[in-house]
């Protein structure tokens, strides 16, 4: 298990660091996010708002990994989620090109592990790259 965790520490630094890279964004600042995106509660059985997440949404083509953009109550865009089966580090599975909203800059960013739930029901990390600051973020209630 320690080396598991010791291959997340890369995984995490590379997160943070590509707050300021170019990359295919994603431009859905206000909720729903249109497109191929659907709210995450009308495809599994979990409730619209998620405490410590907000309302989820995703393209299902995407899954497991996402991204799953989470809105506050009020519909504004606050992190992009991914969920990275645990399977998938240990099989050295490379994710590139890590999407995140147009005009939005990374404050900060959480991962966690779940053991699974509705839509990702295996063992995978939660990957949170917030828009908002870790006070805010502790407020989605």
Request: with cysteine; proline share 9%; aromatic share 10%.
């Amino acid at each position: 298990m320690k080396r598991l965790s010791i291959g997340l520490i890369p995984l995490a630094l590379c997160l943070l660091t590509l707050g300021g890279t170019v990359w295919t964004a994603l431009s859905q600042e206000m909720a729903p996010p249109g497109g191929k995106y659907k709210k995450v509660s009308s495809l599994v059985k979990l409730p619209d708002f998620l405490p410590g997440l907000g309302t989820l949404y995703v393209d299902p083509a995407t899954l497991p990994a996402g991204p799953f953009l989470a809105y506050d109550r009020e519909g504004h865009l606050v992190s992009t989620v991914y969920m990275i089966p645990i399977k998938d580090i240990n099989d050295h599975k490379a994710f590139n090109n890590l999407a995140i909203a147009q005009g939005q800059k990374i404050d900060h960013v959480d991962m966690y592990y779940n053991a699974g739930h509705p839509g990702v029901p295996e063992p995978h990390y939660h990957i949170i790259l917030w828009y908002i600051s870790p006070e805010k973020a502790a407020a989605l209630r």
